[in-house]
T-cell receptor, first 115, second 115 residues
């Protein structure tokens, strides 16, 4: 059964720092890996989607990488801002097993960027 | 833009009540999903549907049922609400679920409290 782990569980940084969030998964049979953002009490917003054949995706100050063979992804946030404060969730879209076609989520990293 | 709406943002119910949570999507998506989100447990799939009148159990279907009579609408039903069903409920939809480009679009969530 697919398991997704995110490290760290929480992170607090001063504004302007570059930071890295980590995600690992146990089964490499995936279609893609996504990073979502969730603000308190709200739904999820997709930030980046990396297809299984891709190595990275970039959007503005965000860069996500994928190493499918080792079961790892990182989300890099450059020049962090207080508006980046949120929970960041990693999820894989499973391509095999009993979870075929379903997303498996990590438990998230709570990011706080203070001025 | 894809829009997924949920009937209520906040809901308070009594133990034993029958509870209906409604979700509507406007992009003619085939697949719809219901998750619950709890601190420390992350997002867990309750039920999903890949077509009208079709449904499949997710990881935690006990105590829940679903209905999909129209393509755009997916309802989650708590037959007899219990306090352990107090949670954030998130609905999502996707066009397909077996391609590297597939992503799910999430509604804003319903915070359900069962007293």
């Amino acid at each position: 059964k697919q398991e997704v782990t995110q490290i760290p569980a929480a992170l607090s940084v001063p504004e302007g720092e570059n930071l890295v969030l980590n995600c690992s998964f146990t089964d490499s049979a995936i279609y893609n890996l996504q990073w979502f953002r969730q603000d308190p009490g709200k739904g999820l917003t997709s930030l980046l989607l990396i297809q299984s054949s891709q190595r990275e995706q970039t959007s503005g100050r965000l860069n996500a990488s994928l190493d499918k063979s080792s079961g790892r992804s990182t989300l890099y946030i450059a020049a962090s801002q207080p508006g980046d404060s949120a929970t960041y969730l990693c999820a894989v879209l499973n391509a095999g097993g009993t979870s075929y076609g379903k997303l498996t989520f990590g438990q998230g990293t709570i990011l706080t960027v203070h001025p | 833009d894809v829009k997924v709406t949920q009937s209520s943002r906040y809901l308070v119910k009594r133990t034993g009540e029958k509870v209906f949570l409604e979700c509507v999507q406007d992009m003619d998506h085939e697949n719809m999903f219901w998750y619950r989100q709890d601190p420390g447990l992350g997002l867990r799939l309750i039920y999903f549907s890949y077509d009208v009148k079709m449904k499949e159990k997710g990881d935690i279907p006990e105590g829940y049922s679903v209905s999909r009579e129209k393509k755009e609408r997916f309802s989650l039903i708590l037959e007899s609400a219990s306090t352990n069903q107090t949670s954030m409920y998130l609905c999502a939809s996707s066009r397909t679920s077996g391609r590297p480009t597939d992503t799910q679009y999430f509604g804003p969530g319903t915070r359900l409290t069962v007293l």
